[in-house]
């Protein structure tokens, strides 16, 4: 009963169709031990990429598809979402990718982009640390230039990705005076001083590694600087928007699960003699849901036209992800009250749907953070001005 949704067109959907079934080929079969694992397997990222879903918009000298389309993403983020919480495509393909594709040399790309098409070379980005979140220009970690080289000291931590991949982008100061002089640093698998430190434990999202990384005098080539060593703080403003995009289509997407799972779930389950899903509340609170989704999926889809118009402003990517993060954690929570005991229990799928979700508030930037964006783009700021 899902509202009609025209962002898309039939080409979209014939790949909507392709994508669930490769879901149903090869995240299926393994997801419980995904699970187990605390990690996907990389044989999945090689499938991903065989299937075309990796960095469609490479060229394809690459191995790419040519084809920036972000509406091709945001179908793979809707359906991914639903079947694994591990299997993080929108960051190697949304947030990481990107860069390399905008700021990244003829040489880097020559190097670097047939992998991360083939799914060879699995990308992360590591931005966050110990005592640094959403403030990027709080960042400790540096570099310095040591004429042919860069040096490369400090620690991150909550890396998606951090175990698993292959390349991992890292954002450093490269001025001790200037807190937003950064640079985005390549560094691969191996570099001598590059170390992984422990696969942290999570509320949810179990089946996605995140770990703690460290560097100790890395030696950074030139040639794996991204840009210039100065403007990666611009850089990174620059996908914030389509970032949090990128998160609004994810976040609806397991919320439209948990509706799916509950609408089984109180048809099959009785009470009393009857279906649950006949009870008044029972009625009330899934016209609600649907509701409240299909608001959240017209708002989402409209952002995604301005995006690909190139209007997507960072106040409006706010709200996408502070609205879209908060019908996600509503929808969740009324969808496992509606399980009753069996929505407590981890064998249940609105359990770790739920548990999932919590994290949509905090990562790429907190709920508090989002309004205070919204709220700065309507004039206002801390010394209480307006327009």
């Not at 949090?244 to 089984?264: I, K, N, Q, S």
């Not at 509701?291 to 301005?306: A, P, Q, R, S, Y």
Request: charged share 30%.
């Amino acid at each position: 009963m899902m509202i009609p949704r025209d962002l898309y067109e039939e080409e979209h959907e014939i790949f909507r169709n392709s994508v669930v079934k490769w879901c149903e080929e090869h995240i299926v079969p393994h997801a419980e031990q995904w699970l187990a694992d605390g990690q996907v397997s990389k044989e999945v990222w090689k499938a991903a990429g065989e299937a075309g879903f990796l960095a469609m918009y490479a060229d394809e000298s690459y191995g790419g598809l040519g084809v920036d389309d972000f509406r091709y993403d945001q179908i793979l983020m809707e359906e991914i979402t639903k079947y694994s919480s591990g299997l993080f495509l929108p960051l190697h393909n949304r947030i990481v990718g990107p860069y390399f594709q905008k700021f990244g040399t003829k040489e880097q790309k020559d190097r670097l982009m047939p992998g991360i098409v083939s799914g060879d070379k699995i990308l992360a980005i590591a931005i966050t640390e110990p005592g640094t979140g959403s403030d990027m220009a709080g960042i400790r970690t540096r570099a310095e230039d040591k004429g042919d080289h860069w040096v490369l000291n400090g620690s991150k931590t909550y890396i998606s990705n951090g175990l698993i991949s292959d390349v991992v982008l890292v954002a450093a100061r490269t001025h001790p005076d200037n807190p937003h002089a950064m640079g985005l640093f390549i560094v691969e698998a191996g570099m001598e001083g590059f170390q992984r430190g422990r696969k942290l434990k999570k509320l949810g999202l179990h089946a996605q590694d995140t770990a703690e990384l460290f560097f100790e005098d890395v030696k950074i080539p030139k040639a794996n600087v991204l840009g210039d060593p100065y403007k990666g703080f611009k850089y990174m403003m620059s996908g914030l928007a389509e970032e949090r995009l990128a998160g609004a289509a994810a976040f609806m997407g397991r919320a439209e699960r948990a509706f799916e799972v509950t609408m089984d779930y109180i048809t099959e389950r009785k009470a009393f003699g009857k279906p649950i899903g006949t009870f008044q509340n029972s009625r009330f609170k899934m016209a609600e849901m649907r509701t409240e989704l299909d608001m959240g999926w017209v708002f989402t889809d409209h952002c995604t036209k301005l995006h690909l118009q190139g209007k997507l402003s960072a106040e409006v990517a706010a709200e996408a992800k502070l609205k879209t993060s908060e019908i996600e954690a509503r929808v969740v929570d009324d969808c496992l009250q509606l399980h009753g005991g069996a929505g407590f229990m981890d064998e249940y799928e609105i359990s770790r749907l739920y548990a999932d979700a919590r994290i949509s508030r905090i990562y790429a930037g907190t709920s508090e953070i989002m309004k205070e964006i919204i709220g700065r783009g309507l004039g206002l700021d801390d010394r209480g001005a307006g327009r």
